[in-house]
């Protein structure tokens, strides 16, 4: 076995590179969580400005999306030219240029466009940081993923905040976005500094070292995301629409949460806000000590365990005769979900035969699917039946995600 395809060691103290690494990736999820949370408080004012109605803000936003769903899977391929590191970087510099134009967008196409391309970029960035993570991780030798995504929510809630802050003291929307794109391009330029060298294959072992089954075959039939579903396509589909239904969770509290707390239980507007706010609390909670557990008791059974937690969580949202009870339940679908994301990334970047970036370039790219479908299909049912029955249907998307989380290896840094 050559140096270069001996499997990685568990980090040592004086490892500096993977520290390094890890620092790189961290600003990464961070800036990427600032990046579109920057634009969500001007929303209103550009509504405004444009002269929309609600349905034209909806549709010039969902451009987002659409945008991720059109280019996000390309993200895999990408990695394999560039290397994981430098197309997270790309495209994060490519998401951070695209908040100027929103912000000076003088009609509702140009609206429309840059946020197709924020999304698109996002979608990029999303899939290359997190196979970069994943990277890192087989270099520590533990589970570090979750904690990227907690640093993410962080990044999220950051930049909502920096964002409100500038809305109620009147600065500029071109001023601020294009100052926060500024400050962030550097930070990401100079982190890019710090991120592992070389191909991506190099930090994973040979497909014949790690299963001595698998043929060299599989090996070449990872090249491309088309080989990469066509080589274990159940085992993809599976671990793949973790991360979806977890997003299909995690959205009925951004999308429904207050909605159903105000119209369904006759909460103050006050009360019908702490919905989202628990669940996205708990996340948080979830995934800042979600890598201590998935290292004691495995993956398979945190995810299994939280997807359970999860669908407790929606039982009491549909079955809580008060709010109170169904901001609680916000709070635990939030907390039992919040390591689905990562851990069905990591777990579908690690099969056997398929590059690491191309599994989480489905897995994310599924992800945003649920995102973009739940919505509204709760939304149908919601004006067919109630939306209490429609947030049941989140329950039923919490029972699957217990089902599939058994096939998740328990280790998350073995392939």
Known sequence: MTASSTPPRPIGATDRPARHARIAVAVLFIVNGVTFASVVPWLPAIKDQLLLRNT?????????????????????????????????TRGALLGLLSLPAVAVAPTWSAFAISVFLLGAADAVTDAAMNAHGLLVQRRYGRSI??????????????????????????????????????VLAAAVALAARWQLRGPDHIERPPVADR???????????????????????WLLLGFASLPMLGGVVEDSAASWAAV??????GAAAFVAG?????????????????????????????????????AVGMLAVVAGPVPLVV???????????????????????????VRTADGVAVASWLARLGFLVAPPLVGVVADAASL???????????????VLSGRLPDDPTSE
Do not use: E, K
Request: overall charge positive; some cysteine.
């Open 56 to 88: 034209g803000l909806g549709l010039g936003w969902a451009a987002g999306p659409l945008g991720g769903l059109a280019v996000g899977i390309a993200a895999g391929p990408l990695a394999a030219r560039f290397g994981s590191g430098r197309t997270a």
């Open 145 to 182: 993923i979750n904690s990227f995504h907690a640093q993410w929510s962080v990044g999220a809630v950051g930049g909502g905040l920096l964002g409100a802050g500038a809305v109620a003291l009147g600065v500029p929307r071109v001023l601020h976005l294009s100052g926060m794109a500024v």
């Open 211 to 233: 299963h001595p089954a698998a043929s060299t075959g599989a090996v070449h039939a990872s090249r491309g995301v088309r080989q990469a579903v066509r080589t274990a396509p």
């Open 260 to 265: 159903y707390l105000r119209d369904t239980l």
């Open 274 to 310: 702490l919905g989202f706010v628990a669940a996205q609390t708990m996340m948080v909670v979830g995934r800042v000590i979600g890598d201590r557990l998935v290292d004691r008791f495995g993956a398979g059974r945190i995810a299994r365990s939280g997807s359970l937690l999860a």
């Open 327 to 353: 901001v609680a339940g916000f709070g635990l679908a939030g907390l039992g979900v919040a390591t689905l994301f990562p851990l069905g990334l990591a777990a579908a970047g690690a099969i056997p035969g």
């Open 388 to 402: 209490r029955w429609g947030l049941a249907l989140v329950l039923g998307c919490a029972l699957i995600a217990a």
